[in-house]
């Protein structure tokens, strides 16, 4: 069964303060990784698609890079409006569904 | 524009009575799923359809059922026999061609008293 962790479960930071949130996964075969944003009361709205070790993907302030265990979202220099829950999910090799995680929490302070 | 629709976005129904989500999409995508989200938890796969007319259990299917007549639409109902129906519940689609990326609804709050 494909397994998503994510940590921290919140991150607290200052205007400016660059930091990374982590996904842990453990998936038969992975064909993709998935992060989103999601606002309160909201649906989440996609962000990035990785599909092997090394990828990197950029938006903005947001960086998605991928390992064959992990996956990291670096929020570089962050802005009151990156607040927000960042969810990760795995696609497997045999899945048309997805795998989520919990989610990490970020707030951004001005 | 295209996207995914879902009503209502707020829903209150008493224990005991069915209650039927709405979903509606017009991105042209095959696949729609149904998730349930509850606070602290990821998101749970309910119901997915890849095709019209087909449709097979999640994760947590007990209480719920689906139907799929049309590619645009998958409503969901939630039955009396789910023991814990209030939860935010979030419909999605994707294309079966584009690496299965999901796109997710606005979202319906259920509150069951």
Known sequence: ????????????????????????????GLRGLFWYRQDPGKGPEFLFTLYSAGEEKEKERL???????????HITAPKPEDSATYLCAVRGLNDYKL???????????? | DG?????????????????????EQNLNH????????DPGQGLRLI???????????????EGYSVSREK??????????????????????SSSRT?????YFGPGTRLTVT
């Open chain 2, 47 to 61: 119901y997915y359809s890849q095709i019209v007319n087909d449709f097979q259990k999640g994760d947590i299917a």
């Open chain 2, 71 to 92: 590619k645009e639409s998958f409503p969901l109902t939630v039955t009396s026999a789910q023991k814990n129906p209030t939860a935010f519940y979030l419909c999605a």
């Open chain 2, 30 to 37: 095959d696949a729609m799923y149904w998730y349930r989200q």
């Open chain 1, 1 to 28: 069964e494909d397994q998503v962790t994510q940590s921290p479960e919140a991150l607290r930071l200052q205007e400016g303060e660059s930091s990374s949130l982590n996904c842990s996964y453990t998936v038969s």
């Open chain 1, 63 to 73: 960086k998605a890079t991928l390992t064959k265990k992990e996956s990291f979202l």
């Open chain 2, 3 to 23: 996207g995914i629709t879902q009503s209502p976005k707020y829903l209150f129904r008493k224990e005991g009575q069915n209650v039927t989500l709405s979903c």
């Open chain 2, 98 to 102: 584009n690496s299965y990326e999901q």
């Open chain 1, 99 to 110: 795998s989520f995680g919990a989610g990490t929490t970020v707030t951004v302070r001005a």
